[in-house]
Every structure is written in C-alpha cells, then in structure tokens.
C-alpha cells in the first residue's frame, strides 16, 4: 500500500504543476483521479492476490476446501491457470475503484486544505491537516464502497480456462445485477467498516507526510 501511495502522490503532483501554476480545482479533480489509476494498474496483480487470500476465510467457514496456500502459491495458481495476464484480471474495476477513492482522498484533501487556509483563520498546522484528512477519508469511503463491491465480485468469481468471469461480463454487468438482484444499497455493504479503516489511515498518512515534508525543507503539500 505505502509505495502504491508513493506512485501516486508522484503521479499526483505532477499532474497538478503541468502548464497551469497555482492550485485548480479540475486539476486536482483530474490529477487525483489519473494518479490513482496508474498506481492501482501497477498494484493490481498484489491486489487480486490480497482479495483471493482473504477469501479464504470465509471459505474455511463454510466448510470449503481453501484454494490458495501463501502468497507465492496464490501466484503461481493465478498465472498457472491463466497466464501472466491472469495477474491483472479484474483490473478495469480496481482502476476505477482507485480513481474514485483517490479523487476523494487525495482531491479532497487538497481542495478542503486550500479552502480552509484561504477563507478561515486557520495557518498551515496539524489541525487544518487533521481537519482536511478528516474530509477526506469520509468521501473517500463514500466514493469507494461501491467500486470496491463490484472490484471484490468480479475478482473472486470463477472463471474459464481462458481467464474469462463466469458470473460477470464486465464492471458494468456487476453493478447492474447487485443493484437488481439486492437493491442499491448493496454497494455499500461494509460501508462502515471501509470508513474505521480508511479514517484513521488517511488522517495518520497526511498528519505524518505533512510533519516529514516540514522537517525535510519540501513546501507543505
């Protein structure tokens, strides 16, 4: 996770300096959503990995013998069963996925930052760092839930010989048969567990990148 972030806190910033100085509300909007994209592509094989083994668990309680055993076997078996790509099946909804929690973490973070420091008392400290990542790790968990519903079905369905899903055709095919088959609020099934998680994460990384960035001489972000 921490040099997925790398990649895209780079991608990132980037993004925001290209042709336009200043800070922009579209820039940060398209540059958060690219970043993300390009850093989850590059960790979509760990990922599909990280998914299939936490499956097991539920497989053990159901009385269902466990597919993988360890990281290297889980990746020995996805390749054996559908070659190097097999490493990147699921990866259009795990990219959309990214773009949409990147957008509200690393987009909304900057934007509300910006915002308090322009029309607030506050100065560039902990608490409107604190304040900001707040923000963001609530959107982030808001904009994700759903993508990563439909990222975690299309990467645990069974698929053919060739690596083709069985249950699902595409990411669109998931989400229209989740929301026909259960409703729409099934795409935020373990919304609240996705906020414990991300709300302390994204405050603890931006407090620490920002108090690193200080310390080391590189502007405040």
């Known amino acids: ?43 979509s094989p760990t990922d599909l990995v990280k998914v299939q083994m936490q499956m097991e668990g539920r497989r053990r309680l159901e ?8 990281v290297p076997h889980a990746f020995m078996k996805i390749i054996t069963e559908g070659g190097i ?3 990147w099946a699921g990866w ?11 957008l509200g973490d690393l987009a909304t973070y900057d934007t509300v930052k910006h915002f308090l420091l322009r029309n607030t008392a506050l100065d560039d400290s902990c608490l409107c760092h604190g304040l900001s990542s707040i923000c963001s790790g609530l ?40 929301v026909r088959g259960e409703g729409f609020m099934s795409l935020y099934k373990g919304f609240l567990p996705t906020w414990m998680r991300m709300a302390p994460w994204s405050m603890t990384f931006w407090l620490t990148f920002e108090q690193i960035r200080r310390r080391t001489g590189v502007t405040s972000f």
């Open 85 to 87: 790509r097999g490493l």
């Open 139 to 178: 959107v982030a968990a808001t904009l994700g839930t759903p993508a990563d519903v439909i990222k975690t079905r299309i990467m645990n369905q069974p698929r053919d010989f060739h690596g083709r899903g069985l249950l699902y055709r595409s990411s669109v095919d998931c989400l229209i048969q989740s």
């Open 1 to 43: 996770m921490i040099w997925n972030k790398n990649i895209q806190l780079a991608a990132y910033q980037y993004c925001i300096q290209l042709k336009v100085e200043g800070f922009s509300g579209r820039k940060a909007v398209l540059g958060s959503m690219m970043a993300g994209a390009i850093g989850q592509f590059v960790a």
């Open 63 to 70: 009385g269902k013998p466990p597919r993988v055993c360890g």
């Open 92 to 102: 259009v909804p795990n990219v959309q996925r990214a773009a949409l929690v990147n």
